[in-house]
């Protein structure tokens, strides 16, 4: 019979954070068991293939169990987290319908011998344990349908093994489906990374489940046959053993599986063309050094990247076919009018492009309030998600890292990227004489299903002809 305790646990689910995201990573629990927790209360940050989320509690109780530790890798839905809800009172529990209908949170001990994919009960304890991924007794317990055709095999194991056991021989044998092996989710995961078929591995852990260290062995390279020394004079060349400190492997997850899918999906779906342009901005670092000064922009970031957002934003205004999507499934061009800028970001976590909205509607000095958050934001991993969605256009400062300038690929979904070069002192070229001139390379990547050769050219050539004269921001406005 289920307790009011047990009845009074509440599991939570690890939720979607970002719009169709399957799974996360716990990076860090901010509670332990036994701690009191209130509704909203931050107890856990996240990692999803696009950012690091903070995940509140939606009730109060004290903490019962925490489903995984940091670093684990769980898929959305599962449970995370174990929440006594009682308080003493049973306040905010959910009483069961039924003493046959028992909640996800309940597991009644089964009446006879368990079932082959059970563990067995503990002395002295009021509830079976149960394996995550799997329940006590297919009649008793209400469990997640799994995915793929394992459903239907697990369901009809037992029907085809009493057909073959009540009724004598068949006309023709009829194999049982193997059971599935048992593992919790983080271990199927780390075997599906690693290529690893679960059903050939041998388990060493209770009751048959396969472990971690299980699944490592079974890709571990077996350990040499000693080998009959041959029969000639001059033995063979000893062979090197593999150095394992010569390599470091880095499990590709999170940000960086989902930046490196997106690009290969954007390289392989648009066709990318490349133009480039060498310009002399010697007159916009020189209004860069002004408006340090200017005390409409005190407290705020402002840099050669402001003037050349600003640029491109004008450039878009003038060009505004520039700013469109390819929709695949209407066979559509989507004309946007809005420009939700977005700024490629390097991070610890991988390459993040965060947007700052309706950028085209912003004045010089709140763009550059948008861009030092929007980077501030960036640098801590504290990006949302939603500040990864809905770009239109994005620019990627590929010249601090002292490079000339780049041919990016295009973020899904946009329709253009300029890439800005490292800014150089060169000798250019300037009133017919041969002077030191700040110089930079620009580059802009253009999906060509959407923008044609003409259009290209002109966007890039109106963002280089306001580098090198900023006072058309001006008249050109």
Same mark, same amino acid.
């Given at each position: 019979m289920t307790t009011m305790t047990e009845a009074s646990v509440r599991e939570f689910k690890m939720p979607d954070v970002g719009e169709g995201l399957t799974e996360a990573e716990i990076l860090k629990w901010y509670v332990k068991p036994g701690d009191t927790v209130t509704d909203g209360q931050v107890v856990c940050e996240v990692e999803t293939a696009k950012a690091a989320v903070e995940l509140p509690i939606?009730?109060?109780?004290?903490?019962?169990?925490?489903?995984?530790? =940091?670093?684990?890798?769980?898929?959305?839905?599962?449970?995370?987290?174990?929440?006594?809800?009682?308080?003493?009172?049973?306040?905010?529990?959910?009483?069961?319908?039924?003493? =046959?209908a028992p909640t996800s949170a309940e597991v009644p001990a089964p009446a006879k011998a368990p079932a082959p994919a059970e563990e067995k009960k503990p002395e002295g304890s009021g509830r079976q344990p149960v394996l995550v991924g799997y329940g006590v007794a297919a009649s008793s317990t209400k469990r997640r349908p799994r995915k793929g055709p394992e459903v239907a095999v697990s369901q009809a194991s037992t029907a085809i093994q009493t057909e073959l056991n009540g009724h004598g021989p068949v006309a023709e044998p009829v194999a049982a489906p193997k059971e599935r092996p048992l593992a919790k989710p983080p271990v199927r995961k780390l075997a599906k990374d690693l290529g690893v078929d679960l059903a050939t591995v041998v388990p060493s852990g209770p009751d048959g489940v396969i472990t971690r260290e299980d699944v490592h062995a079974a890709v571990a390279p077996p350990a040499a046959e000693p080998v009959t020394a041959p029969a000639v004079s001059v033995p063979p060349a000893p062979v090197p053993a593999y150095d394992t400190a010569r390599e470091t492997r880095i499990p590709i997850k999170g940000v960086r599986k989902a930046t490196a899918q997106a690009m290969v999906n954007s390289a392989f779906t648009a066709p990318h063309v490349t133009e480039f342009v060498t310009v002399d901005v010697t007159r916009t670092m020189k209004l860069v050094e002004e408006l340090k000064e200017d005390k409409e922009f005190a407290g705020l970031r402002v840099n050669p990247l402001l003037l050349i957002a600003k640029a491109l934003l004008v450039a878009i205004r003038r060009n505004p076919d520039v700013n469109a999507s390819w929709d695949e499934a209407a066979q559509e061009i #989507?004309? !946007?009018?809005?420009?939700?800028?977005?700024?490629?970001?390097?991070?610890?976590?991988?390459?993040? #492009?965060?947007?700052? !909205?309706?950028?085209?509607? !912003?004045?010089?000095?709140?763009?550059?309030?948008a861009l030092g958050e929007l980077v501030s934001t960036a640098r801590e991993g504290k990006t949302s998600p939603a500040a990864m969605q809905g770009g239109t256009v994005t620019i990627t400062n590929v010249g601090v890292f002292g490079v000339d300038t780049g041919t990016p690929i295009l973020n899904p979904g946009e329709s253009a990227i300029l890439a800005i070069g490292a800014i150089k002192l060169q000798p250019w070229v300037h009133k017919g004489k041969v002077k030191p001139r700040q110089v930079t390379t620009l580059a802009l990547s253009f999906d060509h299903r959407l923008v044609d050769g003409e259009l290209g050219s002109k966007v890039l050539a109106d963002v280089a002809a306001i580098l090198e004269q900023p006072k058309r921001l001006i008249s050109w406005a």
């Amino acid at each position: 019979m289920t307790t009011m305790t047990e009845a009074s646990v509440r599991e939570f689910k690890m939720p979607d954070v970002g719009e169709g995201l399957t799974e996360a990573e716990i990076l860090k629990w901010y509670v332990k068991p036994g701690d009191t927790v209130t509704d909203g209360q931050v107890v856990c940050e996240v990692e999803t293939a696009k950012a690091a989320v903070e995940l509140p509690i939606p009730y109060d109780g004290v903490v019962r169990d925490l489903h995984f530790p =940091e670093g684990t890798t769980v898929d959305v839905g599962t449970s995370i987290i174990a929440v006594d809800v009682s308080g003493g009172t049973g306040a905010g529990a959910e009483a069961p319908a039924s003493a =046959e209908a028992p909640t996800s949170a309940e597991v009644p001990a089964p009446a006879k011998a368990p079932a082959p994919a059970e563990e067995k009960k503990p002395e002295g304890s009021g509830r079976q344990p149960v394996l995550v991924g799997y329940g006590v007794a297919a009649s008793s317990t209400k469990r997640r349908p799994r995915k793929g055709p394992e459903v239907a095999v697990s369901q009809a194991s037992t029907a085809i093994q009493t057909e073959l056991n009540g009724h004598g021989p068949v006309a023709e044998p009829v194999a049982a489906p193997k059971e599935r092996p048992l593992a919790k989710p983080p271990v199927r995961k780390l075997a599906k990374d690693l290529g690893v078929d679960l059903a050939t591995v041998v388990p060493s852990g209770p009751d048959g489940v396969i472990t971690r260290e299980d699944v490592h062995a079974a890709v571990a390279p077996p350990a040499a046959e000693p080998v009959t020394a041959p029969a000639v004079s001059v033995p063979p060349a000893p062979v090197p053993a593999y150095d394992t400190a010569r390599e470091t492997r880095i499990p590709i997850k999170g940000v960086r599986k989902a930046t490196a899918q997106a690009m290969v999906n954007s390289a392989f779906t648009a066709p990318h063309v490349t133009e480039f342009v060498t310009v002399d901005v010697t007159r916009t670092m020189k209004l860069v050094e002004e408006l340090k000064e200017d005390k409409e922009f005190a407290g705020l970031r402002v840099n050669p990247l402001l003037l050349i957002a600003k640029a491109l934003l004008v450039a878009i205004r003038r060009n505004p076919d520039v700013n469109a999507s390819w929709d695949e499934a209407a066979q559509e061009i #989507v004309l !946007k009018h809005y420009v939700n800028l977005g700024i490629a970001a390097a991070t610890p976590r991988g390459l993040i #492009v965060p947007n700052i !909205k309706d950028a085209h509607a !912003k004045t010089l000095p709140e763009l550059a309030g948008a861009l030092g958050e929007l980077v501030s934001t960036a640098r801590e991993g504290k990006t949302s998600p939603a500040a990864m969605q809905g770009g239109t256009v994005t620019i990627t400062n590929v010249g601090v890292f002292g490079v000339d300038t780049g041919t990016p690929i295009l973020n899904p979904g946009e329709s253009a990227i300029l890439a800005i070069g490292a800014i150089k002192l060169q000798p250019w070229v300037h009133k017919g004489k041969v002077k030191p001139r700040q110089v930079t390379t620009l580059a802009l990547s253009f999906d060509h299903r959407l923008v044609d050769g003409e259009l290209g050219s002109k966007v890039l050539a109106d963002v280089a002809a306001i580098l090198e004269q900023p006072k058309r921001l001006i008249s050109w406005a």
